[in-house]
Nanobody, 118 residues
Framework: QVQLVESGGGLVQPGGSLRLSCAASRSTFSVYDMGWYRQAPGKQRESVAS???????NYADSVKGRFTISRDDAKNTVYLQMNSLKPEDTAVYYC????????????WGQGTQVTVSS
């Protein structure tokens, strides 16, 4: 079992920045691919960014060039740096841990609210 705790959400003006953090409870964090997802009111949850155990990253087209995902395996933490925020980025952001090749080893955090508004 891996527990994930997100932090760093809040209210920010358009064009501003936020940095989300997701701390994992297990020291085996490094064997998990990590991802950030978001869900806006009335919409389905969507993938925002992901990073593999080897450091390969992938981004949704809507956030490319604005968001950066990174991980610190020594701190069991994954980050999402969000710059040039837009009102359409408003959503609850969730952290996900997935052990590739192990279907039952997939975990979610409780989510953190990001609101972009003037």
């Amino acid at each position: 079992q891996v527990q994930l705790v997100e932090s760093g959400g809040g209210l920010v003006q358009p064009g501003g920045s936020l940095r989300l953090s997701c701390a994992a409870s297990r020291s085996t964090f490094s064997v998990y691919d990590m991802g950030w997802y978001r869900q806006a009111p009335g919409k389905q949850r969507e993938s925002v960014a992901s990073i593999t155990t080897g450091g390969w990253t992938n981004y949704a087209d809507s956030v490319k060039g604005r968001f950066t995902i990174s991980r610190d395996d020594a701190k069991n933490t994954v980050y999402l740096q969000m710059n040039s925020l837009k009102p359409e980025d408003t959503a609850v952001y969730y952290c996900n841990a997935n052990r590739r090749g192990w279907p039952g080893l997939n975990y979610w955090g409780q989510g953190t609210q990001v609101t972009v508004s003037s």
